[in-house]
């Protein structure tokens, strides 16, 4: 198995909605990525977990909560976004500190309504 | 100044062209480069690392020149199927992780046209 599963594929949710995205790999890989894409941009780094445990946090404001359950499973969880919010979340994850094997997910497309 | 940077296009090619990407990069102790490829509405995939002794693919050619902090990337005969959004990366990690952050260049806009 050398995929990326992301659930949802498409999400709309107002703005007072609470939803999770959901990301899940059976490589091994122990570091998973979320990433955020807006439209005609490149993909930015929000958030990484290493061996389950978050290492880096690139500001992203609280409305996203990452969490991590297991070395298999990483989730988004969306409270109060905002429809600026609106983009493609893509999950990846890698073997090692030279990104061996970095694999995306195909993305979540988030429209905050 | 932008981490990487690589030519806006978009490019506008036919068939059988041969097209270059460039792409310069700001920090001189990054370790690794990749290109991707995204097509519209898709996530990114690989399409090769980048080395300094270059590296061929078939009809891609990548190489970096760490002197002058760049990065290209040669598409020969080019096909419909070449058409995309080509993206240069960078992989940043810290000594001691096992993870690699990647820095990704503004992309750049390949239409390959009959």
């Known amino acids: 198995d050398t995929e990326v599963t992301q659930t949802p594929k498409h999400l709309v949710m107002g703005m007072t909605n609470k939803k999770s995205l959901k990301c899940e790999q059976h490589?091994?890989?122990?570091?998973m990525y979320w990433y955020k894409q807006k439209a005609k941009k490149p993909p930015e780094l929000m958030f990484v977990?290493?061996?389950?445990?978050?290492?880096i946090n690139e500001s992203v404001p609280s409305r996203f909560s990452p969490e991590c359950p297991n070395s298999s499973l990483l989730n988004l969880h969306l409270h109060a976004l905002q429809p600026e919010d609106s983009a493609l979340y893509l999950c990846a994850s890698s073997q090692g500190a030279h990104g061996y094997g970095y694999t995306f997910g195909s993305g979540t497309r988030l429209t905050v309504v | 100044r932008k981490e990487v940077e690589q030519d806006p296009g978009p490019f506008n090619v036919p068939e059988g062209a041969t097209v270059a990407f460039n792409c310069t990069y700001s920090n001189s102790a990054s370790q690794s480069f990749f290109w991707y490829r995204q097509d519209c509405r898709k996530e990114p995939k690989l399409l090769m690392s980048?080395?300094?002794s270059g590296n061929e693919d078939g009809r891609f050619t990548a190489q970096l020149n760490r002197a002058s902090q760049y990065i290209s990337l040669l598409i020969r005969d080019s096909k419909l199927s070449d058409s995309a959004t080509y993206l240069c990366v960078e992989l940043a990690n810290a000594g001691g992780t096992s993870y690699g952050k990647l820095t990704f260049g503004q992309g750049t806009i390949l239409t390959v046209h009959p």
């Open positions: 490589m091994g890989h122990r570091a």
């Open positions: 977990y290493s061996y389950e445990k978050l290492s």
């Open positions: 980048v080395y300094s």
